[in-house]
């Protein structure tokens, strides 16, 4: 079994917060164990519980829309995974003690990936990383479509850039716009080759 599947196995069998009691599956995330871009976004919601798999509901076809038609990849060209792996009842925010008991798996799959970018969707995934970069985080509106340099245990550099939630721009035009900008100047660092 790869380093990747042995997390996703041990987060399927997890306990170590009350969510796993409301779960029907827990959703590791999935894509590239090799992805040079990784998205980390909130919680499953209920499509994704029922699944087992990362953004496959109506903010998870927007999301797959910007990853094909703006970046020009597939899903599984890159790695799509969540702060927290357990759905929380109804839908609502992650607790900070769910954030901090499930967080260390994140850590885990961001540390066997070595991702190039991390793309933050929202502002949970946004403040966690932000807190391990020692950055003081301002609202999501404040600080989307920037790239951060994550000097990553002081050995190399990750780019971390946070937008909008898709679920945020699914009903609102404008933050569509906000989101489909920020993924063009994706596109831009990569084909620029400050990815490569
Ligand atoms: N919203 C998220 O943050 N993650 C998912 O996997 C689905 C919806």
Same mark, same amino acid.
């Given at each position: 079994?790869?380093? =990747? ?5 041990? *987060?399927?069998?997890?306990? #170590? !917060?009350?969510?796993?009691?409301? @779960? ?48 020009? =990849? ?5 790695? *799509?995974?969540?702060?927290? #792996? !357990?759905?929380?009842?109804?839908? @609502? ?104």
């Amino acid at each position: 079994m790869d380093e =990747l599947e042995s997390v996703a196995e041990e *987060i399927r069998s997890c306990k #170590k !917060c009350k969510l796993w009691l409301y @779960r029907k599956n827990a959703v590791p995330g999935e894509g590239n164990e090799k992805a040079q871009i990784m998205f980390i976004g909130e919680a499953p919601g209920e499509n994704e519980d029922l699944e087992g798999k990362p953004f496959v509901g109506a903010a998870g076809k927007l999301l797959t829309k910007l990853i094909n038609e703006i970046l020009g =990849l597939n899903r599984a060209d890159v790695f *799509i995974t969540n702060i927290v #792996k !357990c759905r929380p009842p109804n839908n @609502r925010d992650p607790e900070p003690d769910e954030i901090e008991a499930c967080s260390p798996y994140l850590d885990r799959q961001i540390e066997i990936i070595q991702p190039k970018i991390i793309v933050t969707l929202g502002r949970h995934s946004t403040s966690y990383l932000f807190q391990k970069m020692g950055r003081r985080m301002d609202s999501i509106g404040k600080v989307r479509g920037k790239f951060y340099q994550w000097n990553y245990k002081n050995d190399y550099i990750i780019l971390v850039f946070p937008t909008y939630h898709p679920a945020a721009a699914l009903y609102n035009p404008q933050l569509k716009k906000v989101l489909e900008e920020d993924f063009r100047k994706i596109k831009g660092s990569i084909s620029s080759k400050t990815v490569t």
